[in-house]
């Protein structure tokens, strides 16, 4: 059975989601859709088969060809767009950060019941061949029990004078644009895949030191308790130099061994039973396609089967209340225990007051 | 440097007492008159151990007032430190004493005083930040090698305590011994060696403590520890203790500055830098930091004696690792970021004590 896919924002993520969309047998792009017009002509011109292009997204989702909507929009719309989509009968695959707060993801749950369509979010790291194959050894036991997640990363600061021109994360209003839920949300949902553990309390730092006034936040460091009983550390570190550091990556320990996930093609280094540590590589099957073509796959699965998206709702929400627990954490200096009470599920984390201008030269 | 022989007291001849005996040999002007230990024959294997003439003491008490003694190296568990350097310093020995400095900040605090009315050098022995990896990375930070500091992190593994394994004879599971945690215990040098690194200092801590496998042997067998530090750095502490303790025997450090990264391993010692859009090279480690850690801290120490010059690490430095080690008790207990001073009333704050002593059940 062949599936219309309308994908809805046409910036730099897209192309990876038409490429894998174009990939999957059984998938086919009918409309793309973008503020600007002219993009959505370019991309439907410059790509095969007969694609519609729209420049509102509400005339994408009147289009009967379209099954399956790929919103790719900025975080703060996911909400309006994924609802809209799922109201229209749309099944909805919807970019990570699901939404800015918890309540934002609540009404996407809720509007997925109501119309009875998948609901998923595109979490594509924990679809890396590192994450695969460290999760493979943790279900195979082959560190013991975990105790710990540790992920340590860097990231370029933006510094006032570098705003890249007409990005979303840099206009006013853009809700869910800080470091904790853009990078954050793909570190937290990779650790808790990877560990098996669901935060139940979180203890943050949050704060902004070379990037005032541009983006809320360049540096954080997150410890949640879990569930199993772990516990799960991120860091991000935003600095003036493109670098990774020695430890950029994930560290699963286990109660007979460790796991490091730190890039190496693919595969991981695992240390257990007290032998030197050595490189397991991952499945050959796993290099073959894109983290992005599984994520489709999957989707594509669970739809005609009518089965579990790869990634729920329900799960995607639980990186969103990790950040917004972080954030509260750092404000009030005290743990915060999940779930959030009602009030906190609505908060949305900062944002920028004012849209800033793009730095000269562009 | 010719200079007079200083009589040195041992108080407490056990574990540590080995690396103090071999350093001070070979420290010029140092030598260890006297050693004190209530175990008679953890004594007298100190005493075989340094050779000549050496009195031994059954009581600290006695290796205080002993004439002979100008400076006392203080061994004995985290909770007499405070009690024996300040009857050291009171009776104008100078101190050289283990870490943790203290199990209190009150305890710190006396020392510090003690120091300051007899005019006498107080030491403590936060060695790991001597060793030479460690001192390497220092040093390129110092050089800009990496820019602006913005981070340090430095995750540990050990084994735990699970109850089966039973207890030994350490003082770390005496019911009575304060300061005998992890945090405290190994946590104080984490967080020495992490602010050396950085040199800055931690303003807020918030920390999530836990005991997963050694309940009623240790107080904490897992612990994460976050700090915000006043110039700006934020400093992360692990340590996850197992029962089979697999975990990578290398101890390391990574400084996260703005321009690049060091990160320096002990066991084997090893310093890699890497900096934007370069590879990571290994650096060699400079040889004046490769002397061990014991011999460069007492040679430094007899210096500062000699010369009245600065110790190698004064009491309100070591003082601020115990400061950290409670807060982040605290923090944990009261599920808030504990800011930095710690108020007065604190003073005796001594985290989590075992509940009762485990008797000794293997050695």
């Not at chain 1, 934002?104 to 061949?129: G, W, Y």
């Not at chain 1, 954030?327 to 009602?342: F, I, N, Q, T």
């Not at chain 2, 009150?106 to 790991?128: N, P």
Request: glycine fraction near 10%; proline fraction near 5%.
């Amino acid at each position: 059975m062949t599936l219309g896919y309308g994908v809805i924002g046409l910036g730099r993520i897209s192309g990876r989601h038409i490429d894998s969309v174009e990939r999957l047998e059984g998938g086919r792009v009918v409309a793309v859709a973008d503020a600007n017009e002219e993009k959505a002509q370019h991309v439907a011109a410059a790509r095969e088969g007969e694609i519609s292009a729209y420049a509102d997204h509400r005339a994408l989702l009147a289009d009967a060809d379209v099954d399956v909507a790929v919103v790719l929009v900025p975080t703060h719309l996911h909400r309006e767009v994924s609802v809209a989509a799922m109201d229209a009968g749309k099944h909805v695959i919807c970019e990570k950060a699901m939404a800015p707060s918890v309540a934002d993801c609540m009404a996407m749950i809720e509007a997925r019941d109501r119309n009875a369509v998948k609901l998923m979010i595109a979490h594509s790291t924990r679809f890396q061949p590192q994450s695969l194959t460290a999760r493979r050894l943790v279900e195979e036991r082959a560190i013991g029990q975990v105790v710990a997640c540790d992920a340590h990363f860097t990231a370029g600061a933006t510094q006032p004078g570098e705003v890249p021109q007409d990005f979303w994360r840099f206009k006013a209003g853009a809700a869910g644009h800080g470091y904790v839920v853009n990078f954050g949300c793909h570190y937290i949902d990779t650790a808790r895949y990877m560990s098996g553990g669901d935060p139940v309390a979180v203890s943050g730092h949050v704060g902004n030191r070379f990037s005032q006034g541009v983006i809320p936040e360049d540096h954080y460091v997150i410890t949640a308790l879990c569930e199993p009983d772990l516990s799960i550390t991120i860091a991000q570190y935003g600095t003036l130099a493109n670098y990774r550091t020695p430890s950029s990556g994930y560290v699963v320990f286990g109660t007979i061994g460790m796991i490091e996930a730190t890039g190496h093609a693919g595969g991981v280094l695992l240390a257990a039973g007290g032998e030197e540590m050595r490189e397991v590589s991952a499945d050959p099957s796993l290099l073959q396609e894109t983290a992005w073509d599984r994520e489709h796959r999957g989707f594509y699965r669970s739809v005609i089967d009518d089965t579990p998206e790869p990634v729920t709702g329900e799960d995607a929400m639980r990186n969103i209340e990790w950040a917004t627990a972080a954030y509260l954490s750092s404000e009030r200096g005290c743990r915060m225990d999940l779930p959030l009470s009602a009030d906190d599920q609505a908060h949305a984390g900062p944002h920028l007051d004012e849209t800033l201008s793009p730095a000269e030269g562009e | 440097m010719s200079v007079h022989e200083l009589g040195y007291g041992l108080i407490g001849c056990g574990r540590i007492s080995g690396p103090h005996i071999d350093a001070i040999a070979q420290t010029e002007g140092a030598r260890i008159v006297a050693v004190a230990d209530p175990n008679p024959q953890k004594a007298e294997a100190a005493r075989a151990a340094i050779g000549g003439e050496v009195a031994v003491h059954a009581d600290w008490q006695e290796l205080v007032a002993d004439a002979t003694v100008e400076a006392v190296v203080v061994c004995a568990p985290t909770q007499m430190h405070a009690e024996m350097s300040v009857a050291a310093m009171a009776a104008g020995r100078h101190v050289y004493c283990e870490k943790a400095m203290a199990a209190s900040m009150g305890g710190c605090r006396a020392m510090i005083g003690a120091r300051d009315r007899a005019g006498v050098k107080l030491t403590v022995g936060q060695s790991t930040r001597f060793r030479a990896p460690f001192a390497m990375a220092r040093r390129l930070v110092e050089r800009g090698e990496v820019g602006e500091v913005v981070a340090v992190d430095a995750t540990f593994g050990g084994p735990a305590n699970p109850p089966e394994m039973g207890a030994t004879d350490s003082w770390r599971y005496r019911a009575e011994s304060a300061g005998n945690g992890h945090i405290i215990n190994f946590g104080c040098h984490y967080i020495d060696t992490a602010r050396f690194l950085c040199d800055d200092d931690p303003v807020a801590v918030s920390a999530i403590v836990a005991n997963r496998f050694s309940p009623g042997m240790i107080q904490e067998d897992q612990f994460v520890v976050t700090s915000t530090c006043d110039g700006g750095a934020l400093i992360t502490v692990a340590l996850y203790c197992t029962p089979a303790s697999t975990m990578p025997g290398d101890e390391g450090y990574v400084v996260i500055g703005t321009e690049g990264a060091v990160s320096a391993l002990w066991r084997p010692d090893r310093v890699v830098l890497r900096r934007g859009g370069e590879g990571a090279d290994p650096v060699a480690i400079d040889d004046d930091l490769r002397e061990g850690p014991f011999v460069r801290l007492h040679r430094q120490l007899r210096r500062a004696i000699e010369d009245d010059g600065p110790v190698p690490v004064a009491g309100e430095d070591a003082m601020r690792n115990v400061e950290w080690g409670l807060a982040a008790y605290l923090s944990s207990e009261r599920r808030c970021q504990i800011e930095l001073p710690l108020s007065a009333d604190l003073d005796g704050y001594v985290g989590p004590q075992l509940a009762r002593t485990i008797p000794p059940t293997r050695d």
